[in-house]
């Protein structure tokens, strides 16, 4: 479904679904795995986020975690239950979900200010729920995503994957698993806001860590995000320090396998043609290459 579309018919699917008026409906825009309308309604402005079929079930589970944070204090575009107390709605070939709109304005990587924000928000999250695991982590998702466009993906995916199963138990808490910078909103009040929770999940604290370093460009670019992050993280210092490197190979294996997706799909959905997938998957090669996984086998 395309924004336009969601955005025709979201006056009457709020009408029925949730019980509200809806008094004006545009498209909004949304990232690579969704399709976004913004509504304006008489108690305010709201989202309403549609995603296929395959992406339904992580959609409702990120509407839980939202909620979730959002009874911890953190402003992070809770869902609006149905009159049934639903969260989500199938809608054609997918679901939608209605999000509180959160007006902000995106942090940057290169500012130690919002480097600094996004560091004290991220602890937050993972300060909410905290345990001890050694269980499996996206082994199975990661290796699915796998498409052999180029034959070096699946082995070195592989690779990392088998590394992060020798790992010893580590902190889990509950993931944003997407932390790029424009997903964090400083508002007026000064309030930093964290949002879209799609690819939410439970699972170890360093994922996420890892992959803020890996938006704000490795680990001496993102130094200042380090610095307080480290000195707040639920996570112990010393587990921190050894395994970063491990995560930053699991954050880009987890790149590598989502491109080659992509690729081979000729995914369309945020970009503007397919030039950007495969710059996506040469971009997490080099990512490997940086963090010390040479290619199995060498591209064509």
């Avoid at 930053?248 to 369309?268: E, G, H, I, N, W």
Wanted: hydrophobic share 45%; proline share 7%.
């Amino acid at each position: 479904m395309d924004e336009a579309a969601l955005a025709r018919i979201a006056p009457d699917l709020v009408r029925v679904a949730w019980g509200r008026v809806v008094r004006s409906a545009e498209p909004l825009g949304g990232g690579m795995n969704s399709t976004t309308a913004l509504l304006k309604l008489p108690d305010g402005s709201f989202v309403a986020k549609w995603v296929p079929t395959a992406s339904a079930g992580a959609l409702a589970s990120g509407c839980e975690v939202a909620q979730l944070l959002a009874g911890h204090g953190l402003v992070t575009g809770e869902p609006l239950p149905t009159l049934d107390g639903r969260l989500t709605v199938p809608v054609g070939q997918g679901a939608v979900a209605l999000l509180s709109f959160v007006a902000g304005e995106p942090l940057t990587a290169n500012s130690v200010r919002d480097q600094k924000a996004m560091a004290v928000t991220l602890a937050r999250v993972h300060a909410a729920e905290t345990t001890t695991s050694s269980a499996p982590f996206m082994s199975d998702e990661v290796a699915e995503l796998v498409h052999d466009v180029e034959p070096w993906i699946r082995p070195n995916v592989r690779v990392v994957l088998d590394e992060y199963d020798r790992l010893p138990a580590l902190t889990w808490g509950v993931l944003h698993a997407d932390p790029a910078p424009e997903a964090f909103l400083r508002q007026e009040t000064g309030e930093v806001a964290l949002i879209d929770w799609t690819a939410s999940a439970r699972g170890p604290v360093l994922y996420d860590v890892a992959s803020a370093v890996m938006y704000l460009g490795g680990r001496v670019k993102a130094e200042a995000f380090w610095h307080v992050y480290a000195g707040i993280s639920p996570v112990p210092a010393a587990e921190l320090e050894q395994h970063l490197e491990a995560f930053s190979r699991l954050r880009a294996a987890v790149q590598a396998a989502y491109f080659s997706m992509r690729v081979a799909t000729a995914d369309p959905t945020g970009i503007a043609d397919q030039r950007e997938n495969w710059k996506g998957l040469r971009d997490a090669e080099q990512m490997l290459r940086a963090n010390g996984v040479e290619p199995v086998v060498r591209p064509r």
